[in-house]
């Protein structure tokens, strides 16, 4: 048995939960058993393209009052004595420290009054923090007490059936975790429990950390708002001026508690880095420098827990970075992605029929199974209509599904949420003037309201009875407030926030415990969502067919440093989209067979799924044949594909551009594709990076499917290859 199973062993039992009095929780640490001495040396190896030996474990460290939890990547360690406190974090893959000094392990407002929980005073100076200061910093009597702390392991945050192809990761993320109890301080709030929890995972330098409050007090209990992690961040740079524009520390910071986004910064609601009073010594002559890093919900959750509830706050997670390197800190993004969401590597081939009578939707799962797709969306001004509740409609639905069932196609479709007016009574109030209107999409109703339970209901049930499987969700959630004090759902505006994106995630996780599909046009990847936008311009889809082609390469280029090529959507318009006549359309298809392959191969060479959206996918033998190709091509190299994106050149139309997707892990370590948008053929030299493919010395390149070569790479891992390539055309290199 290892160490640290005796440690989960030993806690299972006598799990610190101990009466709030130092001594005795003193006594209680020393008497832990003899654990390894934790890891402190820089990493041996490169977490990006390598796997790492050392596991997530916690561990005592040289003092007695302390705990640490690492994964030879990060160190986060905790004082217990005289009160819980973060006294360190730790990049152990540049020997820096993360943090200069200690604060609050959280902050709750409870029936009105502020509590801080855990945390130390007294440290004399906040631009770093000296181990042998600590020994002299006390506890605030206000503040809430630690009583013990509990080892584990992670937990899935909610089941992820898988139905469909996604890469081979596991389910949770495997790591440790730490759960700290804290108790209120004396004479307050007798019964209540709150308890910070954190995840640290294997590989990866991340952590999660979010608190449960359990109201044992025996009456009713309000939380008005919270602070779910406070850190004193080193700063990136010190600046004496005032200025607009500062340069962050090299730490990434995301909560689940996103909306209104279609990336991760846009969405992100809780983050706050502002000024750190207490750091009096910094060089800003108005210490206005913004290195206290808050994560916090907007406004309130406002939310009352009867005697005996329980609540549980968003999950802040932190990613620390180990380099400047714009590609490297896209790369590491991306493997937090596949660490907390691996659901969303799932990317099927789909096609978004705009007609969803039976005969219409028919042809479109006769043709996606010809060419070897997997899936059929009945997209928007198609006719489809979850919200009907007629017997003979859900069984028109349910015979479609399984009639796609038969053809091994997977079918659903679209649902508008919000940008609509629903009634009076139902739509979200504008707290600036008390009436409907004034929304993040000018009308939208609430979740919280009569209509939002029904509608919940209803859709659920759609799925339930037809069996639909993927669901293509407009509108989802934007984050708008609402002063009703009538809605069923909320108590009045405090709350409408927190019980709405509640409402939502709530549905979009038993979407992902039961395997649907989601397609939403928002940053919902951490409670279940599947696919977003890659991001475009919609109006540009109706702009002459070359440009749509450049354009939307740059997008995929630019939409990737965020986003894992699974993660976002194309679209290609089959049929006149947004005006823009024939000069803008692919129908029909046989005419412009060569901007309709363009748009194929910049879509699958690049692992994006495009919105095809039109009738057909084909209308000729030739037109099928030419779709047919580039998803075989596709299915082919399915795990490079879906592999994270390396920028070698963005498309400008005035030479060759390029991307290169490379893993370590699978058969192909890379595979580049080259595009050639001039009017002329091009032949010259191109240098791709190799290093994130993981090979070293050499490597075996192959143009499409001709005979491999073996070609040497210089010190920092390239290579150098000559092309050809006919105007307007395209060309891959397989690397193994």
Not at 491 to 496: A, I
Not at 610 to 626: I, M, N
Request: charged letters at 25%.
């Amino acid at each position: 048995m290892t160490h640290l199973n005796r440690l989960s062993l030993i806690l299972a039992f006598f799990p610190l939960c101990l009466a709030a009095h130092t001594t005795d929780l003193k006594s209680a640490v020393g008497s832990l058993p003899p654990l390894p001495q934790e890891m402190k040396s820089a990493p041996k190896r490169d977490w990006l393209v390598q796997r790492m030996d050392q596991k997530t474990g916690v561990f005592r460290t040289g003092n007695e009052n302390e705990v640490a939890m690492t994964n030879g990547l990060i160190r986060r360690t905790w004082r217990v004595v005289p009160n819980g406190a973060t006294v360190a974090f730790d990049n152990l893959m540049t020997g820096a420290s993360i943090m200069r000094g200690v604060k609050p392990e959280a902050r709750v407002e409870l029936d009105g009054q502020d509590y801080e929980v855990g945390g130390l005073a007294g440290q004399p100076d906040y631009a770093y923090l000296q181990p042998d200061w600590l020994d002299k910093m006390t506890a605030s009597p206000d503040a809430f007490q630690c009583t013990g702390f509990e080892v584990g392991t992670t937990a899935e945050r909610f089941p992820w059936k898988r139905v469909r192809h996604a890469a081979d990761l596991p389910w949770p993320a495997p790591g440790a975790s730490i759960v700290f109890h804290y108790a209120p301080p004396s004479g307050k709030l007798a019964g209540v429990v709150l308890s910070v929890h954190y995840e640290m995972y294997d590989g990866v330098p991340l952590l999660a950390k979010w608190f449960t409050l359990q109201n044992g007090s025996g009456k009713a209990l309000a939380l008005d708002t919270f602070t779910n992690e406070i850190l004193a961040v080193v700063e990136a740079e010190s600046v004496v001026d005032s200025r607009e524009q500062w340069e962050g520390p090299n730490l990434y910071i995301e909560s689940d508690y996103s909306f209104h986004g279609m990336d991760a910064m846009t969405g992100n609601r809780t983050t706050q880095w502002i000024a750190d009073p207490q750091y009096t010594t910094q060089v800003n002559y108005e210490l206005k420098s913004p290195v206290l890093m808050e994560s916090r919900p907007p406004i309130g959750p406002g939310v009352t827990l009867a005697a005996g509830e329980s609540f549980e706050a968003f999950r802040t997670f932190e990613l620390v970075h180990d380099s400047t390197d714009r590609e490297r800190r896209s790369l590491a993004q991306h493997r937090m992605y596949r660490t907390l969401c691996p659901w969303a590597t799932e990317n099927p081939i789909l096609f978004h029929a705009r007609n969803a009578k039976p005969a219409a939707a028919r042809l479109a799962i006769d043709q996606t199974a010809e060419v070897g797709a997997e899936m059929v969306i009945l997209s928007f001004g198609s006719g489809f209509n979850m919200e009907k509740e007629s017997p003979e409609y859900i069984a028109e639905v349910k015979e479609l599904v399984d009639y796609a069932h038969s053809k091994h196609v997977e079918l659903g479709g679209y649902s508008l949420l919000a940008s609509r007016k629903v009634s009076e009574e139902d739509d979200a109030i504008n707290p600036a003037t008390g009436k409907r209107g004034g929304a993040i999409f000018g009308d939208s109703p609430c979740l919280g309201s009569t209509w939002g339970g029904q509608y919940f209901e209803k859709i659920t049930r759609f799925i339930e009875e037809t069996g639909m499987d993927i669901l293509e969700h407009d509108g989802s959630y934007p984050g708008d407030l609402c002063a009703s004090e009538k809605h069923p759902g909320h108590k009045g505006l405090k709350d409408s926030q927190w019980t709405q994106w509640k409402k939502i995630t709530d549905f979009y996780e038993w979407c992902r415990a039961r395997g649907t599909y989601l397609n939403v046009p928002d940053w919902y990847f951490l409670t279940g969502s599947s696919k977003t936008g890659m991001g475009y311009r919609e109006v540009n889809w109706s702009l002459p067919r070359d440009r749509q082609i450049i354009l939307g390469r740059q997008n995929i280029y630019d939409g990737t440093w965020q986003k894992m090529p699974s993660m976002g959507w194309m679209f290609t318009p089959l049929v006149e989209y947004q005006g823009g006549g024939a000069e803008a359309t692919l129908e029909p298809l046989s005419k412009h067979l060569d901007a309709y392959e363009a748009h194929l191969a910049q879509n699958f060479g690049s692992g994006v799924q495009s919105c095809y959206r039109g009738p057909r996918w084909y209308d000729k033998d030739e037109t099928k044949a030419v779709v047919k190709k580039w998803i075989t091509f596709y299915k082919k190299y399915r795990d490079i594909l879906d592999s994270d994106l390396v920028h070698v050149r963005r498309a400008d139309a005035r030479d060759l551009d390029c991307m290169l997707h490379v893993n370590p892990w699978v058969k192909e370590k890379g595979l580049a594709m080259v595009y050639n948008p001039l009017d002329q053929a091009v032949e010259k030299t191109i240098t791709l990076p190799l290093y994130y493919t993981g090979l070293a010395d050499a490597a075996q390149i192959r143009e499409q499917e001709g005979t491999a070569q073996e070609c040497k790479l210089d010190r920092a891992r390239r290579v150098e290859l000559s092309v050809k390539i006919a105007a307007h055309g395209n060309t891959w290199f397989v690397i193994e």
